[in-house]
């Protein structure tokens, strides 16, 4: 019986360690999240005091390396065909 209850206390003390130790990472990890929300809202300030007025035709983007937004809205041309099969083809076209 006392050697159960030494077990059990010796595994609280675990647990209790176990638990400062999440509760310092969280905090951490809380601090983290603040520090970037402050990078993110600080950039996208910067951002609105960059951007260019609208032109008149919205789909011409201006893509800006910075500009997450430009990106996120950049439209990806995927193909399968590789770069040269494209070439010989263009080149085929302008012959004819």
């Known amino acids: 019986m006392l050697s159960r209850l030494q077990e059990l206390r010796k595994e609280e003390e675990t647990l209790l360690r176990v638990k ?6 969280l905090n951490r990890l809380k601090v983290e999240e ?4 402050s990078i993110i809202s600080s950039r996208e300030g ?3 005091t960059h951007l260019s007025p609208p032109t008149k035709e919205p789909e011409n983007i201006l893509v800006q390396v910075d500009n997450e ?4 809205q950049t439209e990806l041309q995927l193909s399968t ?3 040269a ?12």
């Open 34 to 37: 603040l520090a970037l929300q």
């Open 20 to 25: 400062a130790a999440l509760h310092d990472q």
């Open 85 to 96: 099969q494209e070439e010989e083809e263009e080149e085929e076209e302008s012959d004819s």
């Open 46 to 48: 910067e951002r609105m």
């Open 69 to 72: 937004t430009s990106i996120n």
């Open 81 to 83: 065909r590789n770069h």
